[in-house]
């Protein structure tokens, strides 16, 4: 068996987006050990035959030194290890584990899910900062043995653009996938009440302001009876987060139902017609919005990159300017008062994830580009 070892930032992210690649690495005849920073205790064995282990890498470091501690830590891993491929999952563990492949002359495979603030932030700081990844990115990619794997046209686009990578490197998948089963073709729910729900991390970027500032203005015109709903973690350790006060206050003030950090994000979406995210965070291909077309609603997103991939515009959804208060009511207004067009965007948001963003596509690609770059 050829051994795989990924990283990625956080438990959570990876248990709700690349879990089921590591569940198949064993029918594929792989071995795979997954590092990643736990935010609470996991049993190593305890979602399939991988191993699941503490990240050297922890996603916040307090000072330069603790970078350069974590970097050895992650180094003596490896050594440890010998892997015969190494993938790395978001910023930080691609930029670790690129230069630590590019010392060793592991084959390396680098998953951009989202360019993050570096890349769309202004200002002369992340000006300098983006000179700087863009720098480490275009030293990491160059081995013949590196592969990269982009969710979003505008990422890889970016990369190509700037001579970051040569397009012979790159696949597409789009986005992480879902499990079409675990959202089944739900009736359109027939109520007096038309039900609105967004669901993300509740940080700024992501529209929660927004979302409800919108939803305010709707539950103001009485001809429109409709239930707004917010669900979320609160991610203190990322720029721009909420916290569960302002949270609870804005949804108060505004009339939105808050619903907390929810698991069991399939029942829910089967219970609304509407999808929301405004999102102008530095987005890969948000998953959310596929997990809300297989569950066939009609979804309103921002014209973003990353989120316009996830819709086709006029047919599953529509595609509003970020940071738009106006522009988004306007989208809920035109739905909201349009029932036959909230159900036939949800019928063609299902057929457009059954075609295109079933996990079981995101397994294949991957699998074939590990076995292709073993090959090498």
């Not at 089921?20 to 064995?45: G, P, W």
């Not at 015969?84 to 584990?97: C, G, N, Q, R």
């Not at 490197?169 to 079409?180: A, C």
């Not at 990353?306 to 009511?329: E, M, N």
């Amino acid at each position: 068996m050829k051994k795989i070892s990924m990283f990625v930032n956080v438990d959570w992210f990876f248990l709700s987006h690349r879990l089921e690649i590591a569940k198949e690495s064993a029918k594929r005849n792989f071995e795979m050990t997954v590092y990643a920073d736990f935010t609470t205790n996991h049993n190593e064995h305890a979602y399939g035959e991988f191993s699941f282990l503490q990240s050297p890498i922890r996603r916040k470091s307090n000072s330069i030194i603790s970078l350069f501690m974590d970097f050895f830590k992650t180094y003596l891993v490896l050594k440890n290890d010998k892997p015969d491929a190494i993938h790395a999952v978001t910023i930080k563990p691609i930029i670790f584990l690129g230069i630590i492949c590019l010392i060793t002359r592991i084959p390396f495979i680098a998953s951009v899910s989202g360019l993050g603030p570096a890349f769309s932030d202004t200002g002369a700081f992340n000006k300098i900062r983006r000179r700087f990844v863009m720098f480490i990115y275009k030293l990491i990619f160059a081995p013949k043995s590196t592969r990269i794997i982009c969710q979003s046209k505008h990422d890889a686009d970016t990369l190509l653009d700037n001579g970051i990578l040569s397009r012979d490197k790159l696949f597409m998948t789009e986005g992480s996938g879902v499990n079409i089963p675990d959202y089944k073709y739900p009736q359109f729910i027939e109520s007096d009440t038309l039900n609105v729900l967004m669901a993300s991390r509740l940080l700024r970027d992501k529209g929660v302001l927004e979302f409800c500032l919108a939803a305010a203005k709707i539950n103001r015109m009485k001809n429109i009876e409709t239930k707004f709903s917010l669900a979320g973690p609160i991610d203190i350790n990322s720029p721009g987060a909420f916290t569960e006060e302002q949270v609870i206050e804005m949804c108060e003030s505004n009339n939105v139902e808050f619903l907390g950090n929810r698991s069991d994000l399939p029942l829910i979406l089967s219970q609304a017609h509407i999808f929301v995210l405004p999102s102008y965070y530095a987005e890969g291909l948000p998953k959310v919005l596929l997990e809300a077309a297989a569950s066939s609603c009609a979804v309103i997103t921002t014209d973003h990159p990353g989120c316009r991939d996830a819709i086709l515009h006029g047919k599953t959804g529509l595609a509003i300017k970020p940071k738009d208060v106006s522009s988004l009511v306007s989208g809920l207004e035109q739905l909201l008062s349009n029932l036959d067009l909230i159900k036939s965007m949800g019928r063609a948001g299902r057929e457009l994830a059954v075609e295109r963003f079933s996990v079981d596509i995101v397994i294949d690609v991957h699998y074939s580009l590990y076995n292709e770059l073993l090959k090498e």
